[in-house]
């Protein structure tokens, strides 16, 4: 499976963006999808997780109640919906895919948990 993150941009802290997470392969609906994020100088952190069903979801304490991962099987997507924006969230954003297939519980927060790593989209969020 081949990954596609794009929706970044500028915006003002409080407003919002839209992220999606594109896949090419039939196998994409079989796969958990994890959100990470990497800001100039750190390391590469969770955001958000989303079982292969969408059923089950999982976020990192700094997003919770703002961000809102989802998924449209039928379309090959994975949308990360981030409200209340603020100047810490700021950096590039990646979609990556669990290795384990049909995983019954959310993929978990370490990077090794995934495969099959999207390009980034960056997210710039100004005071």
């Known amino acids: 499976v081949q990954l596609q993150a794009s929706g970044g941009g500028l915006v003002q802290a409080g407003g919002s963006l839209r992220l999606s997470c594109a896949a090419s392969g039939r196998t994409f609906s079989s796969y958990g999808i994890g959100w990470f994020r990497q800001a100039p100088g750190k390391e590469r952190e969770f955001v958000a997780a989303?079982?292969?069903?969408?059923?089950?979801?999982s976020y990192a304490d700094s997003v919770k109640g703002r961000f809102t991962i989802s998924r449209d099987n039928a379309k090959n997507t994975v949308f990360l919906q981030m409200n209340s924006l603020k100047p810490e969230d700021t950096a590039v954003y990646y979609c990556?895919?669990?290795?384990?297939?049909?995983?019954?519980?959310?993929?978990?927060?370490?990077?090794?948990?995934?495969?099959?790593w999207g390009q980034g989209t960056l997210v710039t969020v100004s005071s």
């Open positions: 990556a895919a669990d290795r384990v297939r049909y995983r019954r519980i959310v993929p978990g927060t370490s990077l090794n948990e995934y495969d099959y």
């Open positions: 989303i079982t292969w069903s969408g059923a089950s979801t």
